[in-house]
């Protein structure tokens, strides 16, 4: 590493100071982001930065058009509009009886989990969702899971008691619960408020599906 690095040129590779007069786009900042790995000497520059090349001046503007960026965030999130459950999506309970899902998401929130007993990742996890779902459940947060099977058999209720599933159970036995989600594997997550919206972006793991499961319940909480 370059010990006598000069810290303007250093910048200026990073984001050449003149284009700060016109606040740069964020694909402008990625742009020169890329620059700094793909670069000659990208580790020297990077250290560089990190060490603290910037002027105070330059840092002050960068973070103004950063924060500009951010406040126009609420904006663009406001014209993105969640999936909703709508329609009636036929699954079939564990007894053979067919139902509509939307009768399992009428509680405030409901996390719906797409498992498969043919999946080892989605075996995997379900300990980890199991205590989720019993601490979830302390907050009135609800927990469905939903099999890709086409019908309730003595193999699947084997693997129910094997892995001490408790969660109440479903089976997306025409795929009607993956096409009303829009998803096509295990394990996936999804978080659904009380309108049916689903209201955060799928997910594989446990630990980010309690940061989506909180948000969404915190804000129902709020309405």
Request: hydrophobic share 45%.
């Amino acid at each position: 590493m370059q010990k006598n690095a000069d810290p303007l040129s250093a910048f200026d590779y990073i984001m050449p100071t003149s284009a700060y007069t016109t606040h740069p786009s964020m694909d402008e900042l990625s742009e020169h982001r890329d620059r700094i790995v793909d670069g000659p000497d990208g580790d020297e520059r990077i250290a560089a930065h990190v060490a603290g090349c910037l002027t105070c001046q330059e840092t002050m503007v960068f973070l103004k058009r950063l924060a500009a960026d951010v406040a126009a965030l609420p904006s663009w999130l406001a014209l993105v509009r969640p999936l909703t459950i709508a329609r009636a999506v036929p699954v079939r309970s564990l007894d053979g009886n067919t139902v509509d899902l939307r009768t399992s998401l009428q509680g405030p929130v409901t996390v719906v989990a797409f498992l498969s007993r043919f999946c080892a990742p989605a075996i995997e996890v379900i300990p980890d969702l199991q205590r989720l779902a019993t601490r979830l459940g302390q907050h009135g947060v609800r927990t469905v899971a939903i099999f890709d099977e086409t019908s309730s058999s003595a193999e699947l209720s084997a693997f129910l008691r094997k892995h001490h599933v408790s969660l109440p159970v479903l089976l997306d036995h025409d795929k009607s619960a993956s096409n009303a989600f829009q998803q096509w594997g295990t394990p996936y997550f999804y978080v659904v408020d009380g309108l049916g919206r689903i209201m955060s972006e799928p997910t594989s793991e446990v630990d980010q599906l309690l940061v989506n499961a909180d948000a969404v319940r915190v804000s129902a909480a709020f309405k």
